[in-house]
């Protein structure tokens, strides 16, 4: 992944977006000092934007500013990781109340559309990539589905620290400990069973069972990765 130059419309929010998505795939690294002048020279823009931009990031946790030290990209920890599990739990089941009597006909097709895709077995880095973003999907789809705007953004935010998380524990242990087929397919069958449930539960209006499914889903994935993250060095 290269940082692309960027037209001066909205520069800013091109900044923000560039910069988040080349932290999420890793162009810049956890504890990476950022130099703001080297980044605004990369994308074409002048300092305001970048700056603007970081100070976004920062807000996200995503970026750190240490007074007299510099930017850097943010670290996660065990207990940052717990932590946002924690809160996403919260979230998700408060979309769920929310969603309960809003969600529209349309949201449940294309939710259906989605099981139908995660159905399909996992057979190559293609299928696994697709099966990837159709998970994400379809949790943004649950929180979008309870029209709260603002509901929708702290929870992208929690997602991009996740989603680090996930890149670096994946990449470290499938050098060092890689996990058997048969772990792998066990996992894609239960995430399958909650997803199913969850959405189930979405259609029978049945808030108590769908705030269950997401607990049970979303605390299976807090313990897998906390696992994985264990196996990292300190």
């Excluded at 007299?68 to 065990?78: K, P």
């Excluded at 029978?204 to 607990?215: F, I």
Aim: net charge neutral.
């Amino acid at each position: 992944m290269k940082l692309r130059r960027l037209t001066r419309k909205r520069a800013t929010d091109e900044v923000y977006e560039n910069l988040r998505d080349a932290i999420l795939n890793r162009l810049f690294v956890p504890g990476e000092r950022l130099q703001v002048d080297e980044i605004a020279e990369r994308l074409g823009v002048s300092l305001t934007p970048v700056r603007h931009a970081i100070q976004q990031l920062a807000t996200e946790g995503l970026i750190e500013i240490k007074p007299r030290s510099g930017t850097f990209v943010a670290t996660l920890s065990l207990e940052d990781i717990e932590a946002t599990f924690d809160v996403r739990i919260a979230l998700e089941c408060l979309a769920a109340e929310k969603a309960m009597n809003v969600v529209r006909p349309s949201d449940l097709q294309k939710l259906d559309e989605l099981l139908e895709l995660l159905r399909k077995p996992v057979t190559s880095e293609d299928v696994l990539r697709k099966h990837e973003k159709a998970n994400s999907e379809l949790h943004l789809l649950l929180i979008e589905a309870a029209g709260n705007r603002r509901l929708t953004e702290i929870y992208k935010g929690l997602n991009a620290h996740l989603t680090i998380a996930r890149i670096h524990a994946a990449e470290r242990n499938t050098r060092e400990d890689p996990r058997p087929a048969q772990e792998i397919t066990k996992r894609f069958s239960a995430e399958q069973a909650e997803h199913e449930e969850i959405v189930a539960a979405l259609k029978a209006r049945d808030l108590p069972r769908m705030q269950a499914a997401v607990r049970k889903h979303i605390g299976r994935a807090k313990a897998s990765l906390m696992d994985a993250w264990k196996l990292m060095d300190p």
